[in-house]
């Protein structure tokens, strides 16, 4: 016989937090929480000092999710190239949902504008790791400047989720061939591993 574990109002709370925030913005309120959650206010208070304590750990909850959702997995596919394309394409799925708001940690870095927050600092270390994989991805490729590359791709993904997540565009793959055409602009090419111009402006791009 299959047991069922019960949601701890822990979860639940998280559960809620992560979904009407995302929803909603950070200005939800508790008591908003809290209903969507079945969780009295003093149950939440016993489990978390306020709103602001909700929040970051409802962003962390969400990091293993995001990772599976957009990362490839070790190995597939296993050219460089590929491996940052699929970050992208993934994007472009997930905005095609009419629920799409946007990259989870951007918006939340938008809304609070405080670098210092502590679900400021959860959303930062997210965006950190995607642009470590970029950067990581660039240089097993033999990109010149893994660094400036990973920090364009950042722009290009923070720039088409948030314009997808607003519903001011749909991306209809331009996220895709934007990044696939910063990967040519580098080198990083359907033929194999970089041999391109290793700077911005021998490869007719702007600098960063």
Known sequence: ???TTKPTPRD???????????REGVG???DALCKAAGVSKRSMYQLFAGKDEVLAAALTRQEPRLSALLFPPPGTPAAPRDRVLHVFERLEEAATSPDYRGCPFLAAQVELKDPGHAASEVAARGKQAMSEFFRAEAERGGVGQPELLARRLMVVYDGASARAGIGADTLDGLAVSTAALLLDAAGLTENGPASGPDTAEEAGAPAA
């Open 28 to 30: 939800t309120g508790i």
């Open 12 to 22: 639940r709370l998280l559960d809620a937090a992560a979904e009407l925030i995302y």
């Open 1 to 3: 016989m299959t047991t």
